[in-house]
């Protein structure tokens, strides 16, 4: 090894971020760049048994870790020589070498500088194990090779201190600049008294912060946090005490001081008194304790308002506690009030104690009721912030600090400003944080709230993600008049899903009834019991949730990059309003459980075998969302939903595929997520909406009907239908609840015009006028924001699903409302696939379209099953989806060609046929036709348009314009077709077609062999 690999790199580990303060929880990761996980003890056999009296060091030092649940204990080398030590240094990479005083071969500080010849850096610490060498080491202990000298008195937690010390010392200048962390400066020059203090300091800081986090959300935050402890800067003479304050006097969160130690080089009995008036003069409300072992000390350091500890009291561990705990904010805050003719010298006399908080909710209602006067000693003396900083609340510290008492016209203000400083605070720390249920107080809305272990799924794992994308990027600072927010959410990880299935004996009843059908799965799992203590915490969440619910899936294998499972399992919306609290409690539990139900569902079966995944494998998580909207005489909805893609499959005129598409619906999303009638623009260009080029464009594409959730219906009964709460009625019944303002046309039937305003007495056509042409409302623009921020941080094109609202009363800021967030699944191009342009118009082409997705060439399709146009019925549509299932049924394992007019798999029979997964499981292309009666413009945005892509399944769409596709709808009609059916027809051909996708440019060849 490398002798500069070896040592460590000091100038590296304290280099200064100079960039912007980075986000909360990464602060906090880049804390403590450095630490002592490698250590080399250097002793002899004897000076080992000594130290080790108690048990072996490297147990000793495990042990302490532990009990002071510090992370990373380092890992101990013992040799028994200078020499060995030396040789090891050279090919090993140690962060610190402790050796003992005597008995290694050579000198100690002879060691020491030689050790420093290797590495220059690498911090060496000398430990005496007897009164004889303390006293060589006090005498030697300007002496340069060794970084400093300790006491071994027997306790064990002297290691953890010198570990700690070493540590502190390397990471300040980093963790003080770029984190803001408080030091702790101590000043003493005995090695036996700081040998002894040290580890009562370092244990009672650290126990101190473990209590002052115990508000932290989740475990990450509190692992987080501990990392930002006080430093403790270590100084044993005048100087280098005087040096330390002066470099870290703006986070100094408090001094501990000897009274009698160097100045100039000369021991001075009143250095300590020299050196607090130093810093009292430059800040007279820093945090002192001085210490000494003479008593008439006490009364001149009373005199400079100083804690004051008597080194040989039986009190000393209660006495430095005392000072954390009332002085250095370790403790409870402690609202005080000057008291009347106080008297000057005693400074501990000088008040009274209103009240006390304990933590930041607290300290906010306290502030609330006590006396202004209280507000005014406070803010004068920092006591505010200084407790903050303790509590490694640097943000609101940092926020508080600079205020001054004169900058408010009166007390009464100030005392407002504090309070809501310190709401939007504790209301900013459940932002990009999911919160442990055990420590949820559902006081904040939006909040996120994790129930049992394991995974959270897909879905789950993407509303994670987006609530720290909001709280990275802080989208509402470009928006003050909208709240951009996730809906108060609660997941449910799958553990419980295991349990459940486990508890009930499920799994082997499923395995050994392959054949039953979804309601007889449903009613089964109706029948099962979720574990008491799931039940008990779902009552307890329900006392919060008040308004209607969304109970969704969130399995292992959704919303992933390579298959999104999008609108595979199902999700139920509850009205979550009956009068008796155990029936909305049943309800709950029940949508629950049919959730899990779905996973055995035969669509959820059919494409779960249609991938590499094996049903065994998945599992599933729950999301509970507050749902986005307003109550209107028994509906509610929100004022708009839509889907929005980074990427656009159909771009038109000057668009571009990477300017994405939003579709756009009235009311719930189902419209959107179904396949049917919405609005599409790009949000780069919201002013372009092709389809509404002209009034008669307008009627035959604008929504005309619109999902709503039945609030009036409380007892409900759930079973395998998800839409039993749910209303599609005509928006016409919406007119009169003041939601169409911004989003509704009127047409004008005197001028045959629309105009681009709402008027009561319509007829209305949903334009998004005002939103998209006028801009009352910034849509556009915050979705492009977030989409570009979602597929930089993802790394792919991204689809997000969202809801906007207005206040009824309009007294509310809208809000815009980020349901979920997956991947957007595209086709892979790394192969390009081309054909000369002659080859379109040859015999043998029966297929082509500028329209496509996918990329590859197929060539193993012998069967076609076709939606014959001569017999097409919209009206029929139903009809014609369960004669394709048939026939996919009859070619299991083949893969087909599938065409058809319209929209596949939409919601609306009437713009297409409305199948199921597994009524085209084995389906390998996919065409969507145009009728000269029946153009409907092709599918995008919808959850199955997401799963047909994520397959691989080759999608074409074809058109009435003879310059953008071509069908040969002549030779379909000659071939044979072998199942008599009403409305499709099957076609085995002999020789395979051959499919070409074009992913790169969108096109897509298919030719049959003649």
Not at 3 to 8: H, I, V
């Amino acid at each position: 090894m490398k002798k500069e690999k070896a040592c460590l790199d000091i100038a590296n580990i304290q280099k200064i971020d100079t960039d912007e303060f980075e986000q909360f929880i990464q602060i906090f990761h880049n804390l403590m760049p450095f630490k002592v996980r490698e250590i080399l003890l250097v002793s002899s056999l004897y000076d080992a048994f000594v130290v080790e009296e108690e048990g072996l060091i490297s147990e000793m030092v495990i042990w302490e870790y532990r009990h002071l649940l510090l992370s990373s204990p380092p890992r101990v080398t013992h040799v028994t020589s200078g020499k060995e030590a030396l040789s090891m240094v050279k090919t090993h990479k140690y962060d610190l070498v402790i050796t003992m005083s005597k008995n290694i071969g050579m000198d100690s500080f002879e060691f020491g500088r030689k050790i420093k010849q290797e590495c220059e850096s690498l911090p060496v610490v000398l430990l005496a194990t007897d009164t004889a060498d303390l006293h060589f080491c006090q005498e030697h202990f300007s002496e340069k090779g060794i970084d400093k000298a300790f006491f071994w008195y027997g306790d064990t937690s002297l290691f953890m201190a010198i570990i700690k010390f070493i540590e502190d010392k390397i990471n300040a200048p980093y963790d003080t600049k770029n984190g803001n962390v408080q030091t702790i400066i101590f000043l003493e020059d005995s090695i036996r008294d700081y040998s002894m203090i040290l580890p009562i300091l370092y244990s009672e800081i650290v126990q101190q912060t473990q209590r002052s986090i115990s508000e932290d959300l989740n475990e990450m935050q509190r692992l987080l946090r501990r990392r930002a402890r006080p430093k403790i800067l270590l100084a044993s003479n005048y100087e280098e005490g005087l040096n330390l304050y002066n470099k870290y006097k703006k986070n100094a969160l408090g001094i501990i001081s000897d009274v009698k130690f160097p100045k100039k080089g000369i021991i001075d009995p009143q250095a300590g008194f020299s050196f607090i008036q130093y810093v009292k003069k430059d800040n007279p409300f820093v945090p002192v304790m001085l210490q000494s072992t003479a008593p008439k000390n006490r009364k001149k350091a009373e005199k400079l308002k100083t804690f004051f500890i008597d080194k040989n009291s039986p009190t000393l561990m209660q006495d430095f506690d005392q000072f954390m705990l009332k002085h250095l904010g370790f403790g409870d805050f402690v609202f005080l009030i000057p008291k009347k003719q106080q008297k000057q010298e005693l400074h501990h006399e000088q008040t009274i104690e209103i009240t006390r908080a304990s933590n930041l909710e607290e300290f906010e209602n306290a502030l609330q009721k006590i006396p202004l006067e209280s507000i005014r000693f406070h803010a004068n003396r920092n006591d505010f912030s200084n407790w903050l900083m303790a509590r490694s609340e640097f943000k609101l510290a940092k926020k508080l600090r600079p205020q001054k008492v004169s900058d408010f016209n009166t007390l009464d203000e100030m005392r407002k400003y504090l309070v809501s400083v310190f709401n939007e605070s504790r209301r900013e720390r459940h932002l990009g944080v999911m919160t442990e249920f055990s420590q949820q107080k559902f006081e904040f809305d939006a909040s996120y709230t994790r129930i049992g272990g394991d995974s959270l799924g897909g879905k789950g794992r993407g509303i994670a993600f987006i609530r720290a994308l909001l709280a990275r990027y802080n989208f509402e600072k470009n928006y003050p008049d909208v709240k951009i927010t996730v809906p108060s959410t609660v997941a449910i990880g799958t553990d419980e899903f295991d349990r459940f299935i486990s508890e009930n004996k499920l799994l082997s009843f499923i395995t050994n009834n392959i054949n039953i059908s979804d309601r007889e799965i449903a009613k089964i799992f109706l029948k099962g019991k979720l574990p008491n203590d799931l039940i008990q915490k779902l009552a307890k969440v329900l006392n919060h949730f008040k308004k209607p619910l969304a109970v969704r899936s969130s399995s292992l294998l959704e919303d992933s990059q390579n298959y999104p499972f999008a609108g595979i399992y199902s999700t139920y919306m509850l009205p979550n309003n009956h009068s008796d609290d155990k029936i909305r409690l049943e309800q709950l539990c029940q949508a629950i459980k049919l959730v899990y139900a779905s996973i055995f569902f035969k669509d959820a079966k059919s494409y779960i075998n249609s991938t590499s995944a094996k049903i065994e494998e998945e599992k599933m998580a729950i999301i509970i969302q507050e749902l986005v909207g307003s109550e209107y005489n028994g509906r509610f909805y929100p004022t708009f939903s839509g889907v929005a893609q980074s990427y656009n499959f159909y771009p038109v005129s000057h668009q571009k595929r990477e300017d994405g598409i939003v579709s756009l619906a009235v009311g719930l999303g189902y419209s959107v997520v179904g396949g049917e009638k919405v609005l599409r623009f790009s949000p780069k260009y919201p002013k372009l909406i092709p389809d509404f080029s002209t009034p008669e464009s307008i009627f035959e594409n604008s929504q005309n009907e619109v999902y709503v959730l039945n609030t009036k219906n409380t007892l409900i009964q759930l079973l395998e239908k998800e839409d039993e709460t749910l209303e599609k009625i005509n928006i016409s019944k919406i007119a009169e609840d003041g939601t169409l303002e911004y989003i509704a046309s009127t047409y004008d039937k005197n001028d045959d015009m629309v105009r681009d305003y709402f008027s009561e007495e319509g007829p209305h056509l949903i334009t998004f006028a005002g939103i998209l042409k006028y801009n009352l409302f910034p849509l556009a623009s915050i979705l492009k924001e977030i989409l570009e921020a979602g597929q930089s941080s993802i790394g792919s094109p991204v689809e997000l699903e969202f809801a906007v609202n207005f206040d009824k009363k309009g007294k509310k800021p809208p809000v815009f409302s980020i349901i979920q967030i997956r991947p957007l699944v595209l086709s892979q191009e790394n192969i390009e696939i081309t054909w000369d342009k002659e080859e379109i118009n040859k015999p043998n082409v029966l297929i082509y379209s500028s329209k496509a997705l996918g990329n590859g060439v197929i060539d193993n399709i012998r069967d076609i099953v076709l939606v014959k146009p001569e017999t097409f019925d919209s009206s029929k549509t139903l009809k014609i989806a369960e004669e394709v299932g048939k026939i996919n049924q009859n070619l299991d394992g083949s893969p087909y060609l599938l065409i058809g007019p319209g929209r596949w798999g939409t919601q609306d029979r009437w713009l297409g046929v409305p199948v199921f997964w597994s009524d085209i499981s084995n389906v390998k292309v996919m065409v969507e036709t145009a009728l000269k009666d029946f153009n409907i413009k092709p599918t995008q945005g919808t959850h199955f348009f997401q799963n047909i892509i994520s397959r691989g399944i080759g999608y074409i769409n074809t058109t009435l314009n003879p310059n953008e596709s071509i069908i040969d709808w002549t030779w379909l009609k000659k071939q044979k077709s072998k199942q008599r059916l009403n409305y499709v027809k099957y076609i085995h051909l002999e020789k395979p077609l051959k499919v070409k996708l074009d992913g790169k440019n969108g096109q897509a060849l298919v030719t049959k062999t003649l």
